[in-house]
């Protein structure tokens, strides 16, 4: 699991990007925003389903994650489709999204408190995630641009948490390897 450290890097990078690109260019159109929305979910998704099979099926959080992965790509597809969704029904499936995936992160956390250090990470981004989906629920006449933001906020935060667990995973990874040639 240590050794997949990097995908989740990746994952981490494309929604700190995501983020920025919501924050830089504040005039994009609806349609530009469910298009950047669809490809983030899309490579999330792929990047989770990796992330999955590569852990292998004999680990305990392996079908969250695949869970986890078929939504981020039923997401992204439902929102490529049909690009000429509003934006109150694209804050639904972004908000929906948000919260099931950071459900199933969250509980991903707990069942590996016992096997690595720093699940508070995932924790906080499932937690930060499912807070992003009801605020977008409660506030939905927020408006094109505020969605923009609160999405880039949200991708931006997330991307950070996610990469912090990564290199967190890279040094437990590679603290183990040097057990192992120690031994």
Request: proline share 2%; charged share 10%; glycine share 10%.
């Amino acid at each position: 699991m240590y050794s997949n450290w990097w995908v989740m890097a990746l994952r981490g990078l494309s929604a700190v990007l995501f983020g920025l690109l919501t924050f830089l260019m504040p005039g994009l159109t609806l349609l530009v925003l469910i298009t950047l929305f669809g490809a983030y979910c899309l490579v999330n998704g792929v990047l989770t389903l990796i992330t999955a099979f590569r852990g292998g099926r004999n680990q305990p959080r392996w079908w969250a994650l695949v869970l986890e992965g078929a939504v981020s790509l039923v997401a992204g597809a439902v929102t490529l489709a049909w690009p000429d969704l509003t934006s109150l029904v694209l804050l639904y499936v972004v908000a929906i999204w948000a919260l099931v995936t950071g459900l199933l992160q969250i509980g991903s956390a707990i069942r590996l408190r016992k096997h690595i250090t720093g699940e508070w990470v995932l924790m906080a981004g499932g937690l930060l995630s499912v807070l992003f989906g009801l605020i977008l629920m409660t506030r939905p006449i927020a408006g094109a641009l505020v969605v923009a933001w609160w999405v880039g906020a949200y991708a931006f935060a997330f991307g950070i948490l996610l990469a912090i667990l990564a290199f967190r995973l890279r040094r437990q990874a590679s603290h183990q390897g040097a057990a192992a040639s120690a031994s």
